[in-house]
């Protein structure tokens, strides 16, 4: 088959992309701007566009079908000449149902820890099943995010953000699950989902595409999630929670069914999701005590509580934290695990929920476990986004604790001044961009090590 891509650079497209060549079908692709590591896996696997761009010379009727990212936009001039033509047009969520529509398909979704969850289920599944996938990002033992065969089942990691240009619907309701879990749920994204009604309705709409005889797990903590769960009526649902547990160096020993699981991952959402993913598993005849005994090695998944150094004195953990329940999430994870260290958590104002001031104040609270707090943006986002710069002032009464910091220089300095103390000191950087340029490498040259 031969299939063209309209922004082949996105995550998911260009993972889809090169299985697609390896699954034997012609690829192509277009993009007016490729980054890391995109750009270095299409150019190894030669699908890295000659240039930047969009092209409709490339649509011709010889397409068994484009697939579109939701990078393009409507008016896009390779879409229109595909949409002139008449050949069919995909949005990757309308490809992977296409795929997998005679397969038993598992979704995990929620506001936060979707990724975990996939992986999670991915590598309990690796040890008992043969499987397909769609995760949000590289896991170990994995080589591309997405894996399309022949196998009976499939797991996706379900998005509530929008499908594609074309259709303003969730990503997840194309999916048509037979198993769902969903996380939890935290107004996210509100430059496309303006209010939380409008926000929580995305999951309403997931219930109601499950397949019938299906099931549906959700995180029992979650108030609004439990009312929007039992309000759909939805025959096969049950909620779950963290089992007991304890805190060991390097992670968790759970009790479940009069039985002790080590696991080498920490923080009581991380457990919450783990039970839950158990549940999943369930549904394809994976008992609970095969299910805990696989996750006592699972890897974990990139900036997700990642460990980046660990001396004696000194731990760094990077993570992706971006959204308020996400931050409470990791900070809380972190203070419990080391009780003893001094906590310094850093966070990057960056996403264009975060970058709202209105919505800024869902922040307050949120970084109080932690000793000494520094709260970093860039005005130039704020620009790039049109956005109202705020000051240093504003930023900080919105979260209530730490200090607001604009560039680089002065994020070193705190470092240097909060890690220099004869106290164990584990630092949390909390980014879903780049910490204004920071290199990790800035710690492994720390004279603390």
């Given at each position: 088959m031969n299939y063209h891509f309209i922004a082949i650079g996105g995550a998911v497209m260009h993972n889809l992309a090169l299985e697609l060549q390896h699954n034997n079908h012609h690829v192509t692709g277009s993009d007016d701007e490729i980054f890391e590591p995109a750009k270095?896996?299409?150019?190894?696997?030669?699908?890295?566009?000659?240039?930047?761009?969009?092209?409709?010379?490339?649509?011709?009727?010889?397409?068994?079908?484009?697939?579109?990212?939701?990078?393009?936009?409507?008016?896009?001039?390779?879409?229109?000449?595909?949409?002139?033509?008449?050949?069919?047009?995909?949005?990757?969520?309308?490809?992977?149902?296409?795929?997998?529509?005679?397969?038993?398909?598992?979704?995990?979704?929620?506001?936060?820890?979707?990724?975990?969850?996939?992986?999670?289920?991915?590598?309990?599944?690796?040890?008992?099943?043969?499987?397909?996938?769609?995760?949000g990002s590289q896991l170990p033992g994995f080589e591309r995010m997405v894996r399309l065969s022949d196998a009976p089942l499939i797991v996706i990691e379900g998005d509530e953000y929008l499908t594609s240009p074309l259709d303003h619907r969730p990503k997840f309701v194309h999916y048509k699950a037979h198993a769902?879990?969903?996380?939890?749920?935290?107004?996210?994204?509100?430059?496309?989902?303006?209010?939380?009604?409008?926000?929580?309705?995305?999951?309403?709409?997931?219930?109601?595409?499950?397949?019938?005889?299906?099931?549906?797990?959700?995180?029992?903590?979650?108030?609004?999630?439990?009312?929007?769960?039992?309000?759909?009526?939805?025959?096969?649902?049950?909620?779950?929670?963290?089992?007991n547990y304890e805190n060991v160096k390097g992670g968790t020993i759970v009790s479940v069914n009069g039985e002790k699981y080590q696991l080498p991952f920490y923080g009581r959402h991380n457990l919450q999701n783990a039970a839950g993913v158990v549940k999943?598993?369930?549904?394809?005849?994976?008992?609970?005590a095969e299910a805990w005994t696989a996750l006592q090695t699972f890897p974990g998944t990139a900036k997700?509580?990642?460990?980046?150094?660990?001396?004696?004195?000194?731990?760094?953990?990077?993570?992706?934290?971006?959204?308020?329940?996400?931050?409470?999430?990791?900070?809380?994870?972190?203070r419990e695990q080391y009780p003893n260290h001094k906590f310094l958590a850093v966070f990057e104002v960056h996403t264009y929920s975060?970058?709202?001031?209105?919505?800024?104040?869902?922040?307050?609270?949120?970084?109080?476990?932690?000793?000494?707090?520094?709260?970093?943006?860039d005005p130039h986002v704020f620009?790039?986004?049109r956005m109202e710069v705020p000051s240093k002032e504003t930023v900080e009464s919105r979260f209530g604790k730490g200090k607001a910091m604009n560039d680089?220089?002065?994020?070193?300095?705190?470092?240097?001044?909060?890690?220099?103390?004869?106290?164990?000191?584990?630092v949390l950087l909390m980014s879903s961009g780049n910490l204004a340029g920071l290199d990790l490498n800035y710690f492994t040259k720390s004279n603390r090590s």
């Open positions: 270095s896996r299409l150019q190894s696997a030669g699908l890295l566009p000659e240039k930047y761009g969009w092209h409709p010379d490339k649509i011709t009727t010889d397409l068994d079908g484009v697939i579109v990212g939701m990078h393009a936009k409507q008016d896009n001039p390779e879409l229109l000449r595909a949409l002139e033509l008449g050949i069919q047009t995909f949005s990757f969520p309308e490809f992977i149902y296409h795929h997998s529509r005679n397969k038993t398909r598992l979704v995990m979704a929620g506001s936060h820890g979707k990724t975990t969850c996939t992986g999670m289920l991915m590598h309990i599944l690796k040890a008992y099943r043969d499987f397909d996938y769609l995760v769902a879990m969903i996380t939890g749920i935290a107004w996210d994204h509100v430059n496309v989902f303006p209010t939380e009604e409008i926000y929580h309705n995305q999951f309403s709409l997931l219930i109601d595409t499950l397949q019938p005889g299906g099931h549906l797990f959700w995180f029992d903590g979650d108030s609004e999630l439990k009312h929007i769960a039992e309000k759909s009526g939805f025959p096969q649902q049950e909620s779950y929670d963290a089992p999943m598993a369930s549904t394809i005849g994976i008992t609970e997700r509580l990642e460990p980046i150094l660990e001396t004696e004195n000194l731990t760094v953990i990077r993570d992706f934290a971006h959204a308020p329940s996400k931050v409470q999430a990791s900070v809380s994870a972190v975060s970058l709202n001031p209105d919505f800024m104040g869902r922040y307050k609270g949120t970084l109080d476990p932690a000793d000494a707090v520094c709260i970093l943006f620009e790039l986004k680089l220089g002065a994020l070193m300095s705190w470092l240097s001044d909060e890690t220099s103390t004869d106290q164990a000191v584990v």
